[in-house]
């Protein structure tokens, strides 16, 4: 691994990522010949591709193509029919999702799932992992309990930093239930990141996400991939897909039609007729 | 931000104008959840002593029914505390309340009278054996969904209920030590009563003889004309109240820190929890384990003071009177179980046979028609027949109850309560970079 040092003090506790957002060539992830049917339905039909580390990766494709279940598969909550996926060089097929939550590699739903009888806080403080006080008895007994608070204190800090990044830490004291659509989509990408992830899936972040809020999300993705996170983006807004990703991956009938630069893709004959017809032409 | 006015916000609707009375005296009480508790309790009390002395019950009746009525309170607010784990907090739907109920007061049963174990050792052994049955019936709940878990709990109970009635497993050879269930009218021997040990030399003798502390305890309440059962009766009271303290106390912490965090997010959405590296597993088998041990500890502490045990006792009705008693109080709440338990136990479950039994009280001492008309046109013979069945017209009654309740309130008597799971005010930001 190369390693740009162009930062004078190098994160040694996050060794996997790199310093700046610049693509080391280092696949993070790899997705080979993924398989999933429904019944007589071939929802994933052999797709692979790969994931650089520290980018923005984009995966697109028409409606039904496979990409929410190209999710599923990759973060464990679906079983693949066949097929691997390979993160940070350990094969993770078959995984329970939190085994693979817990190495890193963290999704967000299509629809906001926050969890709506907790306050934000609340939602924010569930993902630290490996929390002392997950611990039945630390939480019980008096004598363990302070060692559990003390750590509460640290991540509440967090917390409440995380939550100021993602600008909603005025509704810190709220449920999660009265959030409008665009502010659940800010609580889910907080509280992902509060898991100290190395790589995001982001399931359609940005629908139902007014423009404002757009701009804020995408400037935050930036900010996040430029201290060295990875990410991996299903998106229907073309115009943040040519402007924020790159490279691109176009899914299509279950299979990876193509992938590479947004020029590339916008350029692409078969694209174009998979899925985006003259949309792009603007 | 103060939390102060954050509490004031959810508990008060706005209208400065109609501050009444109502709304005064709810702010007072709610100041604190012990307070509201007491408040409560105390209410409770007030209209109780109202309806003796109104009823004409002497000194002794008065505490006694006090007495009957904080044992009911406490009973039901230990179950629905150990049920509030499990279904308020990990939304686990456990409609087996009474086979843990039943496996914890059997265990204790085998243990002490049929082996002959001291009593704390034989409720611990008791209380361990029911909660590896939890764990037990936890296993199928970590693939099932909420409804298909009621399923497999409700039949539990039913197997455990059957098993226990049955003249088969009456007697029986286990490990070396003849043990049984008893069949239908339950196992013989009489259940040791711990409170008896702190005021008798020799409990199970004929005539047990009040030791020192029984002597000066028993002289105490002779003093108020109390006599020596009704005074036993409200020391097992306070004993109740001490483990309703005490449940309460550990939910509280188990509620309030990271561990509860994880089981309200298992309520919310598991698949968040597990999305977020949680494994929910875990999480779910000991909260299941837990609040079963607790039922069971409950079941003990509710039978051992009246010796017997039969399966009769439990039967699927007591489960359904504990979740009534929850959704009284609100699901999720720790303060809102105590709330619910003591109002069911004392007004729902109590009151009815209490108002029957001073009614009859006064009917009695009214009764002996000397005329014809006295017999028929004295009392309406709708209330005769009220008052003869006011304890059958209770399940009718909570019925309408749970009705009401559902329509008008679904979130429970004291609302939707923001009980944060952590073990520190999340809130309150101390140290940052002010």
């Given amino acids: 691994m190369t390693t740009t040092a162009t930062e004078q003090d190098t994160a040694s506790a996050e ?22 049917r429904f019944g007589g339905v071939v929802a994933v039909d052999g797709v692979g591709f790969e994931v650089e580390q520290g980018t923005v990766t984009g995966l697109i494709g028409p409606n039904g193509a496979g990409k929410s279940t190209t999710f599923d598969l990759i973060t464990g909550v679906q079983n693949a029919d066949g097929g691997q996926v390979i993160f940070d060089g350990t094969d993770i097929t078959g995984r329970r999702p939190e085994q693979i939550a817990n190495r890193g590699l963290v999704r967000t739903f299509q629809i906001a799932r926050e969890l709506s009888e907790m306050t934000v806080l609340e939602n924010v403080m569930l993902a630290p992992p490996n929390q002392l006080g997950e611990s039945l008895w630390r939480s ?6 302070g060692g559990v608070s003390e750590q509460e204190a640290e991540l509440r800090e967090e917390a409440w930093e995380t939550l100021e990044f993602f600008a909603i830490d005025h509704l810190a004291g709220e449920y999660a239930g009265n959030l409008s659509g665009g502010q659940r989509k800010l609580l889910e990408m907080a509280r992902v990141f509060m898991t100290d992830p190395d790589m995001i899936l982001l399931d359609e972040p940005l629908a139902g996400v007014n423009p404002t809020l757009e701009e804020k999300l995408l400037d935050r993705i930036h900010e996040l991939q430029s201290e060295g996170y990875t990410f991996l983006l299903v998106e229907h807004d073309m115009n943040v897909v040519m402007n924020h990703c790159d490279p691109v991956v176009v899914m299509h009938q279950g299979k990876r039609l193509m992938q590479g630069a947004p020029e590339e893709v916008r350029q692409d004959e078969r694209v174009l007729e998979a899925y985006l017809g003259g949309e792009v032409e603007q | 931000m103060s939390d102060g006015d954050a509490q004031a916000d959810d508990t008060t609707p706005g209208g400065d104008t109609e501050q009444s009375v109502r709304d005064r005296i709810w702010a007072v009480a709610s100041a604190s959840d012990i307070r509201l508790i007491a408040v409560t309790l105390l209410a409770i009390y007030a209209i109780f002593l109202f309806l003796g002395i109104v009823g004409g019950l002497d000194a002794n009746g008065l505490y006694s029914s006090l007495e009957r009525v904080t044992f009911f309170a406490a009973v039901y607010a230990l179950v629905v505390l150990a049920l ?42 008791a209380v361990l054996i029911t ?39 009456a007697e029986f050879t286990f490990a070396g030590f003849d043990i049984g269930f008893g069949g239908a009218t339950g196992p013989d021997g009489t259940l040791p009563d711990p409170v008896k040990f702190f005021l008798y030399k020799h409990p199970y003798s004929l005539r047990p003889e009040p030791n020192a502390f029984g002597e000066f305890y028993f002289g105490l309440f002779d003093l108020f004309i109390i006599d020596d059962s009704t005074a ?11 483990f309703v303290g005490l449940y309460y106390f550990l939910l509280v912490r188990t509620g309030n820190s990271p561990f509860g965090r994880v089981l309200k997010a298992i309520r919310e959405d598991e698949t968040v ?41 439990f039967e699927p009705e007591v489960t359904f009177f504990v979740f009534v008693a ?24 109590r009151g009815p046979v209490f108002i029957e039994r001073i009614i009859n009280q006064r009917l009695e001492a009214e009764a002996d028609p000397t005329t014809i008309f006295d017999a028929f046109g004295g009392i309406d013979p709708f209330i005769v027949y009220t008052t003869d069945n006011l304890s059958a017209l209770r399940v009718v009654l909570l019925g309408v109850v749970l009705v009401i309740l559902i329509q008008r309130r679904p979130e429970g ?14 809130e309150d930001r101390t140290g940052g970079e002010n």
């Fill in chain 1, 140 to 145: 019980v007994l008096p004598g363990f309990r």
């Fill in chain 2, 84 to 125: 509030n784990l499990q279904w308020g907090y990990a939304g686990l739907f456990n409609i087996g309340i009474a086979g843990f109920m039943a496996i914890g007061l059997y265990s204790m049963h085998i243990l002490t009278v049929q082996i002959g174990l001291a009593y704390p050792i034989g409720a611990l052994g």
């Fill in chain 2, 326 to 349: 929850l959704i009284i109080g609100g699901a999720g709440s720790n303060t809102g179980s105590v709330i619910g338990g003591i109002v069911f136990g004392a007004l729902l479950f």
């Fill in chain 1, 15 to 36: 060794e996997s990522r790199t310093a700046t957002g610049e693509s080391t060539g280092d696949p993070i992830l790899q997705v080979r010949n993924l398989q999933k």
């Fill in chain 2, 232 to 242: 036993e009766g409200i020391l097992y009271a306070l004993f109740l109240s001490l």
């Fill in chain 2, 413 to 426: 008597l004291l609302g939707k309560r923001k009980e944060i799971a952590s073990s520190i005010d999340l």
């Fill in chain 2, 131 to 169: 909660s590896l049955f939890g764990a037990l019936v936890a296993l199928p709940a970590l693939r099932l969904r909420a409804d298909y878990l009621a399923i497999v709990t409700l039949a539990f109970a039913e197997i455990v209920r059957s098993i226990l009635g049955s003249q088969r497993f």
């Fill in chain 2, 273 to 313: 929890a597990k999305a977020l590296g949680k494994d929910t597993r875990k999480f779910k088998i000991t909260a299941f384990a837990l609040g079963s041990a607790l039922m069971g500890l409950a079941a003990i502490l509710w039978y051992t003071k009246r010796g017997g045990v039969t399966p009769t006792n």
